[in-house]
């Protein structure tokens, strides 16, 4: 079973910034929160993982909060094509298999 | 070139057949997966294989049988398909198996009539 939660979905404007929130209150020592987004039709994609600092790469951004209950992936300028279902996945590391919940659909309206 | 490749893109049989999916990587990669997406979109791990060697197989029908004939490729075959069979199935592969990140192909739906 996930061990995250996520809201259900989240609309954003084109342009502006996509904060995707995430809870893994139960999150162990060793575990790394990872985010994936599957656009539709196609196959999930990785954006990014941590473990308690925070990450930058050239998709997005992710602030880890300092108790690691909660996560918050930013997509700093939104884009249509970042129109997706987004995963926020709790795993202790990469020999752990990946487990998907039901995610969170962000539309980027223009 | 297409990182991860599945054929076919579109499958539909009758029950009680038997299928293949194939799936091929050319990212030189270690590791491979196969995935399951039902109806309600929920994503779920069948199998997946370092080396050729068979680590996760989750609690799967022994109709579904993967095989492995190199590192580059992880067929799928289905026998004595049913409906509750129906769903897009996924193959991934990753550089190892301590890899953080897994690259999806672009997936295969089976339609069971």
């Known amino acids: 079973d996930a061990k995250t939660t996520q809201p259900t979905s989240m609309d954003c404007a084109e342009g502006r910034a996509a904060n995707l929130p995430c809870n893994h209150s139960?999150?162990?020592?060793?575990?790394?929160v990872y985010w994936y987004r599957q656009i539709h039709s196609q196959g999930p994609q990785y954006i990014i993982h941590g473990l308690k600092n925070n990450e930058t790469n050239e998709m997005a951004s992710l602030i880890i909060t300092e108790d690691r209950k909660s996560s918050t992936l930013i997509l700093p300028h939104a884009t249509l094509r970042d129109t997706a279902v987004y995963y926020c996945i709790v795993r202790r590391g990469g020999s752990e298999k990946l487990v998907f919940g039901k995610g969170m659909k962000l539309t980027v309206n223009p | 070139d297409t990182a991860v490749s599945q054929t076919p893109k579109y499958l539909v049989t009758q029950m009680g057949n038997d299928k293949s999916i194939k799936c091929e990587q050319n990212l030189g990669h270690d590791t491979m997966y196969w995935y399951k997406q039902d109806s309600k979109k929920f994503l779920k791990i069948m199998f997946s294989y370092n080396n050729k060697e068979l680590i996760i197989n989750e609690t799967v029908p022994n109709r579904f049988s993967p095989k492995s004939p190199d590192k580059a490729h992880l067929n799928l075959h289905i026998n004595s398909l049913e409906l509750g069979d129906s769903a897009v199935y996924f193959c991934a592969s990753s550089p190892d198996l301590s890899s953080y990140e897994q690259y999806f192909g672009p997936g295969t739906r089976l339609t069971v009539t």
């Open positions: 139960t999150i162990s020592g060793n575990e790394y």
